[in-house]
């Protein structure tokens, strides 16, 4: 049998790395076409911006974080996702890259916050839930329980050599 570095199962990009960044490049360049081929609408300017925002939502968004289950996210893969993010702001708003404005203005402009990376989070939460059970508890609470067994069989011992 052939060994491949990476490889496309059901539409998802698996490597050997496991990170998904190979997976989340393709994800957001899909999304960025997506993106591109409702150009018509984004300068339409008989729409107003709450019809654009529907549009993105349920047009684009939903490419972007498909397969996110797996993904593992990085510091990089979250900066990418956050600019993909205020890229669609800037289109819906019809602000260039060339005039200039922080992304800070553009957010205001929305009137929204950001959300593509908290629910990237949030699929992937209910993916782990649903599919390999509760989450394990933090390690301090293991530390503290055992330590609370370990004085626990001290204590019978203790008492064992008393009688």
């Known amino acids: 049998m052939e060994q491949v570095e990476n490889f496309k199962y059901l539409g998802a990009i698996i490597d050997q790395t496991g ?21 018509t609408f984004w300068k ?15 047009l684009v968004w939903p490419v972007a974080p498909y397969g996110c289950e797996t993904w593992t996210l990085r510091a990089a893969d979250i ?24 992304n800070e203005f553009v957010l205001s402009q929305m009137g929204t916050a950001r959300e593509l990376v908290s629910t990237v989070r949030k699929q992937a ?29 001290s204590k019978k011992k203790l008492v064992g050599r008393h009688q």
């Open 19 to 39: 990170k998904g960044s190979h997976e989340i490049k393709a994800r957001l360049g899909a999304a960025r076409s997506a993106l591109r081929s409702l150009n």
């Open 44 to 58: 339409d300017r008989a729409l107003n911006r709450k019809t654009k925002m529907k549009l993105l939502k349920t």
């Open 79 to 102: 900066a990418k996702l956050r600019a993909f993010e205020t890229t669609c702001f800037r289109r819906v708003l019809g602000i260039s890259w060339t005039e200039h404005k922080t």
């Open 125 to 153: 939460a209910v993916f782990r839930t649903r599919y390999q059970g509760p989450e394990p508890q933090h390690s301090y609470t293991r530390g503290k329980n055992r330590r609370q067994e370990k004085q626990r069989s």
